[in-house]
């Protein structure tokens, strides 16, 4: 008996305990923010997305294929059998220290499951043997293991080929196989700059090449031929020479009375010759003739995109026409580039995330008012769109590129963004819980879920490198960049990360259980109509 008054008392006791809780949790100060999710019964969430297999969150970022278009990530390859003496193995542990030993080094960094890397392999250690001797070495880095390295060099996509080379570093633009590495190294670690003595000399270069640069100096040896020499190992895509004979610069524009050094760009197109009176560096050489080493209007193409791409002068004009008319519109274009040189930089062809549209007839004054206009900022930007809908009430909200600002940049609203694309396996998987998210959520004022066509629509702050992508914009937040949601694509994990990361807290209600009899009910009303019933 006594043992029983105990245990009565002991439950007693334990029920008073937590209705203090309770009641000290509900009358505590509200703090802002998203309640706790463990605190929150999420087990129904589990019964509504049974059945559905969604893709995890890694099948929504495809391997960069940029290099090697035809591979496909190394699922069928075939890594063939090839000798990496001559490459040298780095990694967090040792990579400044062999740094500070060597002054040419060319690193890959790859990843072991990356077919494009399995690819470049042979060809890099092929490399690697025929510099052997060289003052250069090949290393390689793996950076599943580097994690160290790959954040300092910001690695985007593998590989990534990086040389280093007398304190600097840039990325690799060649082709990836042996020769054209071998060939790109060897400009780089050679003297740079060539010299011309004769006349005859200088005519044979000045008709054979398309643009050069011409340093007038007082010795072929010393402090300025070494910043010119410099200069020259960090640009690609030009040859420099170097000069102390007056009659050569005289037949490269430049005056022989001059005072030196001096130096000249020149181009065989409209605006053919540049001089530069800066100080005599490799980094302000290297600026000049970066700024304008382009002609005044640039033709798109493979070869001369990493130029228009690695230029300083970051607001563009573009011309899209077709071939025939362009002929005819390309002098307009070239006189409106004169007069903007150093502000704007114009060429045919370029996709960039922000564009304006020029509304009327291409000619000179056209074009001169649409290029001050812009840099006024006066134009509205021009996005690929398909058409608003008419109506839009759905669970999930259809944006396109000309309402994408109204929907996703309300500063009042949660934003989840599907980017997807029609043909996307990946993308049809994920619908099923994306559409129940929605559906769950269609109650919170504050919360959007939207999806947008990402093959026929855009905005600059929606950039997509596969498909599906997911966004979230929190709100009051829609001026920095979206957060990547890097969660797996489940109808819970969905819910529990836009209920973390939302900026106005929100609370859905559990749906109410279904009782047997009206399940029953509705069960037979269903097979009696013919119609299945939807969940």
Same mark, same amino acid.
């Given at each position: 008996?006594?043992?029983?008054?105990?245990?009565?008392?002991?439950? #007693?006791?334990?029920?008073?305990?937590?209705?203090?809780?309770?009641?000290?949790?509900?009358?505590?100060?509200?703090?802002?923010?998203?309640? *706790?999710?463990?605190?929150?019964?999420?087990?129904?969430?589990?019964?509504?997305?049974?059945?559905?297999?969604?893709?995890?969150?890694?099948?929504?970022?495809?391997?960069?294929?940029?290099?090697?278009?035809?591979?496909?990530?190394?699922?069928?390859?075939?890594?063939?059998?090839? *000798?990496?003496?001559?490459?040298?193995?780095?990694?967090?542990?040792?990579?400044?220290?062999?740094?500070?030993?060597?002054?040419?080094?060319?690193? !890959?960094?790859?990843?072991?499951?990356? %077919?494009?890397?399995?690819?470049?392999?042979?060809?890099?250690?092929?490399?690697?043997?025929?510099?052997?001797? !060289?003052? +250069?070495?090949?290393?390689?880095?793996?950076?599943?293991?580097?994690?160290?390295?790959?954040?300092?060099?910001?690695?985007? %996509?593998?590989?990534?080929?990086?040389?280093?080379?007398?304190? +600097?570093?840039?990325?690799?633009?060649?082709?990836?196989?042996?020769?054209?590495?071998?060939?790109?190294?060897?400009?780089?670690?050679?003297?740079?700059?060539?010299?011309?003595?004769?006349?005859? !000399?200088?005519? @044979?270069?000045?008709?054979?090449?398309?643009?050069?640069?011409?340093?007038?100096?007082?010795?072929?040896?010393?402090?300025?031929?070494?910043?010119?020499?410099?200069?020259?190992?960090?640009?690609?895509?030009?040859?420099?020479?170097?000069?102390?004979?007056?009659?050569?610069?005289?037949?490269? &524009?430049?005056?022989?009375?001059?005072?030196?050094?001096?130096?000249?760009?020149? @181009?065989?197109?409209?605006?053919?010759?540049?001089?530069?009176?800066?100080?005599?560096?490799?980094?302000?050489?290297? *600026?000049?003739? #970066?700024?304008?080493?382009?002609?005044?209007?640039? +033709?798109?193409?493979?070869?001369? %995109?990493?130029?228009?791409?690695?230029?300083?002068?970051?607001?563009?004009?573009?011309?899209?026409?077709?071939?025939?008319?362009?002929?005819? #519109?390309?002098?307009?274009?070239?006189?409106?580039?004169?007069?903007?040189?150093?502000?704007?930089?114009?060429?045919?062809?370029?996709?960039?995330?922000?564009?304006?549209?020029?509304?009327?007839?291409?000619?000179?004054?056209?074009?001169?008012?649409?290029?001050?206009?812009?840099?006024?900022? $006066?134009?509205?930007?021009?996005?690929?769109?398909?058409?608003?809908?008419?109506?839009?009430?759905?669970?999930?909200?259809?944006?396109?590129?000309?309402?994408?600002?109204?929907?996703?940049?309300?500063?009042?609203?949660?934003?989840?963004?599907?980017?997807?694309?029609?043909?996307?396996?990946?993308?049809? =998987?994920?619908?099923?819980?994306? /559409?129940?998210?929605?559906?769950?959520?269609?109650?919170?004022?504050?919360?959007?879920?939207?999806?947008?066509?990402?093959?026929?629509?855009?905005?600059? &702050?929606?950039?997509?490198?596969?498909?599906?992508?997911?966004?979230?914009?929190?709100?009051? /937040?829609?001026?920095?960049?979206?957060?990547? +949601? *890097?969660?797996?694509?489940?109808?819970?994990?969905?819910?529990?990360?836009? $209920?973390? &990361?939302? /900026?106005?807290?929100? @609370? #859905? =209600?559990?749906?109410?259980?279904?009782?047997?009899?009206?399940?029953?009910?509705?069960?037979?009303?269903?097979?009696?109509?013919?119609? @299945?019933?939807?969940?």
């Amino acid at each position: 008996m006594a043992s029983r008054a105990f245990l009565l008392a002991l439950t #007693i006791s334990s029920l008073l305990l937590v209705h203090a809780v309770l009641a000290s949790a509900s009358t505590a100060p509200k703090v802002r923010g998203n309640p *706790d999710l463990d605190e929150e019964d999420l087990s129904f969430l589990d019964e509504e997305e049974e059945g559905d297999k969604p893709p995890h969150a890694g099948d929504f970022f495809p391997e960069d294929d940029g290099a090697f278009g035809g591979l496909d990530g190394g699922a069928h390859y075939a890594t063939p059998v090839f *000798d990496e003496t001559d490459v040298v193995v780095l990694g967090d542990g040792n990579f400044s220290e062999f740094m500070g030993k060597q002054r040419h080094v060319m690193v !890959e960094f790859y990843v072991p499951w990356c %077919g494009h890397c399995k690819a470049l392999a042979p060809e890099f250690a092929a490399a690697a043997t025929a510099l052997r001797g !060289e003052d +250069v070495v090949l290393a390689k880095v793996d950076a599943t293991k580097a994690n160290v390295l790959a954040q300092k060099y910001d690695l985007q %996509g593998y590989p990534t080929v990086i040389f280093f080379g007398d304190g +600097v570093h840039k990325d690799y633009p060649g082709q990836r196989n042996r020769d054209a590495i071998v060939a790109w190294i060897k400009k780089k670690i050679g003297l740079g700059v060539q010299n011309i003595t004769t006349v005859e !000399e200088a005519e @044979k270069i000045f008709t054979s090449e398309s643009r050069l640069v011409l340093g007038f100096l007082d010795s072929l040896v010393g402090a300025e031929s070494l910043e010119l020499s410099a200069a020259s190992k960090l640009e690609d895509n030009i040859n420099f020479y170097q000069t102390v004979n007056p009659d050569v610069a005289k037949l490269f &524009h430049i005056d022989a009375d001059t005072k030196r050094p001096s130096l000249v760009l020149l @181009k065989k197109e409209a605006d053919k010759i540049s001089y530069y009176d800066g100080q005599f560096s490799k980094a302000a050489i290297v *600026d000049f003739v #970066i700024a304008n080493k382009l002609p005044l209007v640039t +033709v798109l193409s493979k070869e001369t %995109g990493q130029d228009l791409f690695d230029n300083p002068i970051k607001r563009q004009l573009l011309l899209f026409a077709m071939s025939n008319d362009s002929k005819i #519109i390309m002098p307009a274009f070239q006189e409106a580039a004169k007069l903007f040189k150093g502000k704007v930089l114009a060429y045919t062809g370029h996709e960039d995330a922000k564009k304006f549209m020029l509304d009327g007839e291409v000619t000179l004054d056209n074009i001169k008012k649409f290029a001050e206009d812009f840099l006024a900022g $006066k134009l509205k930007p021009f996005y690929k769109s398909d058409p608003i809908p008419d109506t839009n009430d759905g669970d999930v909200k259809i944006v396109v590129g000309n309402n994408f600002e109204e929907i996703v940049l309300d500063e009042s609203k949660d934003v989840l963004l599907e980017i997807y694309a029609p043909w996307c396996e990946h993308c049809r =998987e994920l619908e099923p819980a994306f /559409n129940k998210l929605a559906k769950l959520v269609r109650g919170v004022e504050s919360l959007v879920i939207a999806k947008m066509e990402g093959t026929r629509n855009e905005h600059p &702050h929606a950039k997509a490198d596969g498909f599906p992508t997911l966004l979230f914009y929190p709100a009051g /937040n829609k001026s920095s960049d979206p957060m990547l +949601v *890097d969660t797996d694509g489940t109808l819970k994990a969905l819910y529990k990360f836009i $209920k973390k &990361h939302a /900026n106005t807290p929100f @609370k #859905i =209600e559990r749906p109410a259980p279904v009782s047997e009899e009206s399940a029953s009910s509705v069960s037979e009303k269903s097979a009696g109509t013919g119609v @299945k019933e939807e969940l």
